[in-house]
């Protein structure tokens, strides 16, 4: 595996950063989550945009234009000689003296792991998952936008311990409005007699890359789409339900809180966006 970090590819044994990189400090960063499917980078342009769109929002220079960004993963990717691939993308305000200020930190660190993904199985696609209600709220809009995707996770990580420990693989995280604002690291869909709704953003979810195929997807179908407010009633009637993410794609789900889901199936609408996701990502299948 080679690591890019600052224009350089190093080993993973020799790939280290400071121990002073206020990324690890304070979390002052932000990150990608990419998918390379038959050696081409999925979405590539939006995953950029929305890095770039984080940086302008936390006031980080990433010093790095977006084409030169672009050819890095890309460059990457070529390296490490893969066809299917995960990629993390992260920059950091880089190292500093201790403190909390950014105007500490000269230089931003720019980093480029290209590995493998640990994909769900099979039969969670076939049967789709359960999943809960996290006791803990999304940050609100006035706290942090939660459209930055940073390098603090530790809201969605509190959530994601209440997941594990109710044996569930996912949480749904409610705004501070108590609206649904999506998973610990996945949006979320419902389908309700032939029409398909996600959580309008408004600063409340992050605005994923998967989640926009999907609406691509519902629109080379001429199924109807639309971005709203959704409450967990709106969640336990559905006549569907599915998340997704970089990692899941498109997961059913069949059980929320104990509540079954529709007909507790994996839904007719649910397998018609897999299918059509997968042909807009070029996955074989
Ligand atoms: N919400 C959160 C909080 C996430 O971390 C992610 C990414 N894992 C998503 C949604 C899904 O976004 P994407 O489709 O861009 O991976």
Do not use: W
């Not at 998918?35 to 302008?56: C, M, T």
């Not at 996600?198 to 199924?223: C, F, Q, W």
């Not at 199936?265 to 299918?275: A, C, M």
């Amino acid at each position: 595996m080679k690591i890019y970090i600052d224009g350089k590819f190093y080993s993973k044994d020799e790939a280290n950063i400071s121990v002073f990189d206020h990324g690890l400090l304070y979390g002052d960063g932000i990150f990608e989550g990419i998918r390379v499917y038959n050696g081409k980078v999925f979405r590539l342009k939006e995953h950029i945009d929305r890095l770039y769109s984080s940086a302008q929002a936390i006031a980080l220079n990433i010093g790095m234009t977006r084409d030169e960004m672009m050819n890095a993963v890309e460059y990457s990717v070529k390296v490490n000689e893969k066809q299917n691939a995960y990629i993390r993308l992260v920059v950091t305000r880089g190292s500093g003296d201790l403190g909390i200020s950014p105007y500490l930190c000269k230089k931003a660190t720019v980093i480029i792991i290209v590995g493998d993904i640990s994909l769900y199985p099979e039969e969670n696609y076939a049967e789709g998952i359960a999943i809960m209600t996290s006791s803990i709220r999304r940050i609100s809009p006035d706290q942090f936008d939660t459209r930055i995707k940073s390098l603090n996770y530790l809201n969605n990580i509190l959530a994601k311990i209440e997941a594990v420990q109710a044996g569930c693989l996912e949480a749904v995280m409610l705004a501070s409005d108590g609206y649904v604002a999506e998973c610990t690291a996945d949006n979320i869909f419902t389908v309700k007699k032939g029409v398909v709704y996600t959580p309008h953003s408004y600063g409340s979810n992050l605005e994923g890359i998967t989640r926009g195929a999907v609406m691509d997807a519902a629109k080379n179908l001429a199924i109807e789409c639309r971005e709203t407010k959704l409450s967990q009633y709106d969640l336990y009637t559905a006549d569907e339900v599915f998340i997704t993410g970089t990692g899941a794609e498109i997961m059913p789900v069949t059980k929320i809180d104990g509540r079954i889901i529709g007909e507790g199936t994996v839904g007719p609408v649910t397998v018609l966006l897999r299918k059509e996701f997968r042909n807009i990502a070029g996955i074989a299948g």
